[in-house]
């Protein structure tokens, strides 16, 4: 999910990535280069600044070029409106990343968020219409409705299984909702970015506690968790229950409209391999459940079926990436697999710290060239 708490944690540091225990997150990010035919957009984030080197763009695939010279970890957003078209959490002090993005003629902003809260400080960036209109993409046009598939997919495949955990806590019936809760966040941690990027129906879904800010209301998936994992009476949780069906009904009726393109697929895609460094391999996740291997499961599906969609795209620019990546999947699962027990996982608290740090290399070994898939896919 869209992370908001003020500061990482000391034992790792998942922003979609962290230091010692997950790796990506403030790991320095070399740079993809790319971007167009300008050269990329360089954004410099300081403690108090936001600095952008061009606000005027052509439409089609830019790169921004981001270096965080502040002293705390730092997000950076492009903003439609309201709606996330691209983000990238957890970039270090120090640290630099190369965000690849599609954008379509209109009016943006960037956005720096030091500390990782508020609003962040804003640039307006105007993207004018593309000189020539490129030739339609048969390719690209079948990754992005194969992957809207998928998306709507597991939209539709949540509605039943979190239908069914309301039930169980509405009739008060603690047992069955517990054995049902992480079952159903699997869809959605397979397609997270996408659910993302309508930034009203994350934080009431899948805020942590940890994550809010004052005033906030605690909803969603984690506030049920809370309750169920440390005894509360249920009674009280109807409304959440019933909140929480609503918006992952929202969030499918939403998929048609969401805007999707190969790049966003391959940022999404390194997304999801940033959730598991910087929340699910510290543990941050499931706090109360531990059932952080579940989401593990997940992101990495979701991220797997990012690469397949986009396969014969990057094969085309760079199949050495392609090579490497599946062969990194292949090590990542081999990490895991001692990890499962019949169709589930092992609690995550039972994990040793060196069993959290296998698991983490493993993690950041795809990460790290996952962080190219975007730029390989566009064209």
């Known amino acids: 999910m869209h992370r908001t708490r003020p500061a990482l944690p000391a034992a790792a540091v998942v922003g979609l990535l ?44 830019s790169t921004f070029a981001i270096t965080n010279t502040g002293s ?26 190369d965000l690849t993005v599609d954008l379509g003629e209109g009016t943006y ?14 640039s307006d960036l105007v993207v004018a219409p593309a000189a020539a209109t490129a030739a339609d993409d048969p390719a690209a046009e ?16 949540a509605v039943p299984l979190v239908t069914a955990l309301a039930d169980a806590v509405r009739a008060g019936d603690a047992e069955t909702a517990r054995a049902l809760y992480a079952p159903s966040r699997l869809p959605w941690e397979r397609v997270e970015p996408v659910a993302e990027a309508f930034g009203d129906l994350d934080p009431r879904m899948d805020a942590r506690e940890a994550d809010l800010a004052p005033g906030d209301d605690f909803t969603g998936w984690h506030r049920l968790e809370k309750a169920l994992w440390t005894g ?8 959440v229950a019933d909140q929480l069906v609503a918006d992952v009904t929202e969030l499918a009726g939403r998929v048609p409209e969401a805007v999707i393109t190969p790049t966003s697929v391959g940022n999404g895609a390194k997304a999801l391999l940033d959730e598991v460094a910087t929340g699910k391999i510290t543990g941050e996740e499931e706090a109360f459940s531990h059932t952080d291997l579940v989401d593990v499961e997940g992101n990495v599906d979701g991220a797997e079926r990012a690469l ?14 392609v090579a490497e990546l599946d062969a990194r999947f292949a090590d990542l699962h081999a990490a895991l697999e001692p990890h499962r027990r019949g169709e589930g996982w092992v609690s995550y608290d039972t994990l040793d710290d060196a069993q959290r740090r296998d698991l983490s290399r493993a993690v950041d070994a795809v990460s790290e060239p996952l962080s190219g898939l975007a730029a390989a896919a566009s064209r």
């Open 18 to 61: 962290v230091a010692a225990v997950a790796g990506c997150a403030t790991d320095p990010v070399p740079a993809a280069g790319g971007g167009t035919a300008d050269g990329p957009v360089v954004v410099t984030a300081g403690d108090d600044t936001c600095e952008v080197s061009r606000t005027d763009l052509t439409a089609g695939i």
């Open 72 to 97: 705390d970890v730092t997000e950076v957003y492009v903003y439609d409106g309201d709606r996330v078209v691209t983000e990238k959490e957890n970039i270090g002090p120090g640290t630099a990343y």
């Open 142 to 157: 079948r990754a992005v409705e194969e992957y809207r598939a998928f998306v709507q997919e597991q939209a539709d495949a």
């Open 308 to 321: 397949d969609v986009l396969r014969p795209l990057a094969a085309e620019e760079d199949p050495d990436l």
């Open 232 to 239: 509360e009476d249920l009674a009280p949780l109807a409304p």
């Open 109 to 122: 902003q960037v956005a720096c968020k030091p500390g990782m809260v508020g609003d962040g400080i804003r």
